[in-house]
């Protein structure tokens, strides 16, 4: 289901009203349960089997896990959830990818391999396979490692995996943050309803008004021949893209904070104004921040050996670079990442820019420490290299791209004739990146004088974004994130 | 703002509005919600024995740049003309602003599935081929058309923005009926799209226009696959009434001579009217008129941003128009062609 709609605010009205009139702990768990499993099937109810079947495999793995007294026993079952997880994903996600690749290698020694279609295979996507699957492989790796004790009750673990603020887009939550809050005794407080409630604007607000409204702008661009886009059309189409996926994927995060806020459960952050990064380290720190955790806790620290964390917050962050194995580490889990995000050679490379980045600033002195010499240009030039990583991920394919960066790097392509891209886009450019660091200064400025903070002004601001939603909301618009 | 504002007369430019007019106490001329009201007059003017022509195009066709009480549209110029000459001819126009390819293949249907028609002219503006989407008060029409699936799936690869199929799904299902019965209940609701409208305009001609200070309108580029999404159409309107015998009469919209800069590069545009020249005039029952340049440079209107506008003329610029069809139509059928 998704939560721009008149149907979920329906569903979270009589979800959340069932909820607090439940008498009993017991009876909230199962609502919750039954409620994620509709949330899914309003998509496609036969998939809903498909995340209820993975659910049960981890389920199942993990006490047999945990009541394994040999390492090798515990690592037998470990390896039979990553399989069976990893094999769906591999399935659904990467079938199609794989044999065209293989198709392209059989071509070149003058095989040629039917399309997958034309041997009637058609395989659907699952919406949010990547993050369920990664949030079921992580109870099963933290129950392994003995950070948590596997749960005994089925219901209340169906509905750690399928609760549906947080089962189609993330974030992606430990079981350690997640249980607890889910299967603790709550009251009912009109404070969660009312930072909920506003929490679910704010989101909508992005989503709807932002993020759908920049799609009509930048879906033309990226259909227009690369080779042609001046450097100035370029930079314009990755801030705009920069902008538009930006305000998708945190306007749907904190419409799910906000939904299980509703409910009483807080959910940790997963963006903090990730265009004021002072450095790559500093940007995944910000962004998707629940996904960087999850990368560093159960691929990248394993990998270089180092002790992983049990949050998901910080990011992909804090390692040392001392030493061979810990580079390797770097690019081969941003390769993974960059697979992660979408079944095509341009998500590698997306990975890869990345991965090259974080990399440049930890070895090179100057880099290094630009943040504390001068922060601002540490600043703008972290955001000229965050936005201008977003054109792998927005192009049509790795020539594009290639195209576009050597557009970037060419300086007789900075000029305004012959541009594709009109003078409303480049205004729009300009005037989100200058409103951004505006409202981020005045965040900070309203936490500092929190106190100061006048109610009336935030059901004000509130009333006016809902008429926003309202002017922008149409009938089917989905999240960018939910084809990963 | 405005009591009666209406974001289409601001999309317009400054002092240039929508007209509807009627000719002989009929109504011959209107946007898609008057088709049942069209499609009488077509029947009526056919019962009289005239040969009755639909007229389809963009907002060029029913707005005009400083209007005086008394000032019609070039289609009840073309009747007036094809009156004056004692002729049986008679003209009904259907349009909408920024009218695509879809679009006009929608009000097409409408009207042909309903009546016959002796011809159908287009006013061909190439700037159509950029346009995308489809308004609400077509999609009933464009949804009765027999091609309505592969189109409107082609439509939604186009903006590619929804990558999942989330259509005919239980969630679409509930979707439309609850924003059907929110739409039927809030009229402020259902005029959404017309705020947008209002909020995009002013975005463009006052904001950016303050931010940049532009003193020239940018040219604009076809989007090439926007382009074929809506030659896909065109080539439907032509097969469609190749299939009913129905003429065909396509003509370059009369544009600002001299403009600088051209709305569109010239090279393409220059090419892509030549090409269609050329395989209008070599199909049986499709003609091609060139009227780029028959309303003078003094005739036309001032755009919103307070520059030359490129498609709308005064009442001057509609008399020559309606003439211009109408003696083309008259030299067709003394050719024989029609």
């Known amino acids: ?484 | 703002m405005a009591k009666d504002f209406d974001p289409k007369n601001f999309g317009l430019g400054k002092n240039t509005h929508s007209f509807v007019n009627q000719f002989e106490d009929m109504q011959i001329s209107g946007f898609a919600d008057d088709v049942t009201n069209l499609v009488r007059t077509v029947r009526k003017f056919r019962e009289d024995g005239a040969k009755t022509f639909l007229w389809l195009g963009a907002s060029q066709l029913h707005s005009i740049n400083q209007p005086n009480p008394g000032d019609k549209l070039a289609v009840t110029y073309a009747n007036q003309t094809s009156t004056q000459k004692s002729a049986n001819r008679r003209y009904v126009q259907l349009s909408e602003p920024n009218a695509n390819f879809h679009e006009l293949w929608a009000m097409l249907h409408s009207v042909i599935s309903k009546t016959n028609v002796d011809g159908v002219i287009l006013g061909f503006t190439y700037d159509d081929l950029n346009e995308p989407g489809l308004r609400k008060s077509l999609i009933p029409f464009y949804r009765a058309s027999p091609i309505e699936s592969e189109l409107l799936e082609e439509q939604q690869s186009t903006e590619k923005s929804a990558e999942l199929a989330t259509n005919k799904t239980p969630q679409a299902w509930l979707e439309n009926i609850l924003v059907d019965q929110i739409e039927g209940r809030l009229t402020a609701f259902q005029k959404r799209g017309l705020i947008r409208a209002y909020i995009e305009a002013m975005y463009k001609n006052w904001i950016v226009q303050a931010i940049f200070a532009v003193k020239k309108k940018p040219q604009v580029k076809l989007i090439p696959d926007r382009q074929k999404w809506n030659e896909k159409a065109f080539t439907r309107i032509r097969e469609k009434l190749s299939e009913q015998e129905i003429p065909l009469i396509v003509y370059k919209a009369p544009h600002q001579p001299g403009m600088k800069p051209f709305y569109h590069p010239r090279k393409p545009f220059d090419h892509y009217h030549e090409n269609l020249s050329k395989t209008l005039t070599s199909s049986k029952n499709s003609h091609y008129f060139d009227f780029e340049t028959i309303v003078d440079s003094s005739h036309w209107g001032i755009n919103a941003a307070g520059q030359p506008d490129a498609f709308h003329f005064t009442v001057v610029g509609h008399r020559i128009l309606g003439k211009a069809v109408d003696d083309a139509i008259q030299k067709l059928e003394v050719d024989n062609a029609l």
């Open chain 1, 1 to 484: 289901m998704l939560f721009n709609s008149w149907g979920y605010l329906l569903f979270l009205l009589i979800c959340v009203g069932l909820y607090w009139s439940l008498p009993q702990r017991r009876l909230r768990i199962g609502l919750v349960s039954v409620a994620s499993i509709a949330f899914y099937a309003m998509w496609r109810w036969e998939f809903s089997l498909l995340v209820v079947f993975s659910a049960f495999v981890d389920f199942f793995v993990s006490k047999r896990i945990a009541a394994a007294t040999e390492l090798a026993a515990r690592k037998k079952w470990l390896l039979c959830s990553l399989i069976i997880n990893l094999g769906l994903l591999i399935f659904f996600k990467y079938t199609y990818f794989i044999y065209d690749n293989i198709s392209i290698i059989a071509g070149a020694v003058n095989t040629s391999l039917p399309a997958l279609n034309d041997l009637g295979v058609k395989i659907i996507l699952p919406l949010g396979i990547s993050f369920y699957t990664f949030q079921t492989i992580s109870y099963s790796i933290d129950v392994y490692r003995k950070t948590i004790e596997p749960l005994d009750d089925f219901v209340l673990f169906t509905a750690y995996v399928m609760f549906w603020p947080q089962l189609i887009a993330g974030p992606i939550l430990r079981a350690g943050e997640v249980i607890p809050e889910l299967d603790s005794e709550k009251r009912f407080s009109f404070e969660d309803l009312a930072e909920g409630f506003e929490r679910i604007v704010i989101g909508l607000f992005k989503k709807v008004v932002f993020a759908d409204t920049l799609a009509l702008v930048v879906d033309p661009i990226f259909t227009q021949e690369a080779a042609l886009l001046t450097a100035v059309d370029v930079w314009v189409a990755a801030f705009l893209f920069g902008f538009q996926i930006y305000f998708d994927f945190s306007g749907y995060s904190d419409v799910a904070i906000g939904s299980a806020r509703l409910l009483g459960i807080k959910f940790p952050e997963n963006f903090n104004w990730p265009y004021v990064s002072n450095s790559p380290k500093d940007f995944w720190g910000r962004w998707h921040i629940s996904l960087g955790s999850w990368i560093r806790d159960y691929l990248y620290l394993p990998l270089t050996g180092q002790k992983f964390q049990t949050k998901s917050q910080g990011g992909l962050v804090g390692a040392t670079m001392d030493k061979k194995s810990a580079d390797r580490a770097l690019f081969l889990t941003w390769l993974i990442m960059g697979f992660w995000h979408g079944a095509a050679w341009t998500f590698a490379l997306w990975g890869v820019y990345h991965a090259v980045w974080i990399f440049a600033y930890r070895r090179f002195g100057p880099l290094k420490n630009l943040s504390k010499r001068v922060p601002l240009v540490a600043i703008g030039l972290m955001l000229l290299i965050s936005m201008a990583g977003w054109l792998p991920f927005r192009a049509n394919s790795v020539a594009d791209t290639m195209t576009m960066f050597g557009t970037l790097l060419n300086p007789f392509k900075y000029t305004l004739n012959g541009h594709r891209v009109t003078i409303y886009s480049y205004a729009l450019a300009l005037l989100l990146t200058m409103g951004q660091f505006g409202a981020y200064y005045l965040q900070k400025v309203q936490l500092r004088d929190s106190k100061a903070t006048i109610v009336g002004l935030r059901i004000v601001r509130q009333a006016l974004m809902i008429c926003a939603i309202l002017i922008c909301l149409e009938r089917v618009q989905t999240f960018i994130y939910f084809q990963f």
